[in-house]
């Protein structure tokens, strides 16, 4: 379960890192379809860590053996 867990945290940050670099070349780019792709990016980057930290807090809350936590 600790390799799993692992692997979750590293795709998380890879795709919070793409979400950032993507921010950054949307903004600074001056196509109107870029400006609407900044609003979906920049709401993805506040969504994304709500999310998983909601996800991992029903986990926690669920888990029944508290031995690992």
Do not use: W
Request: charged share 15%; aromatic share 10%; with cysteine.
């Amino acid at each position: 379960m600790k390799h799993v867990k692992q692997i979750l945290a590293l795709l998380g940050a890879v795709l919070l890192a793409a979400l950032y670099i993507s921010t950054l070349i949307f903004a600074l780019s001056d196509s109107p379809l870029f400006f609407d792709l900044l609003k979906i990016s920049v709401a993805a980057t506040i969504l994304l860590p709500v999310l998983l930290y909601a996800c991992i807090l029903f986990a926690r809350l669920n888990h029944r053996d508290d031995d690992e936590y």
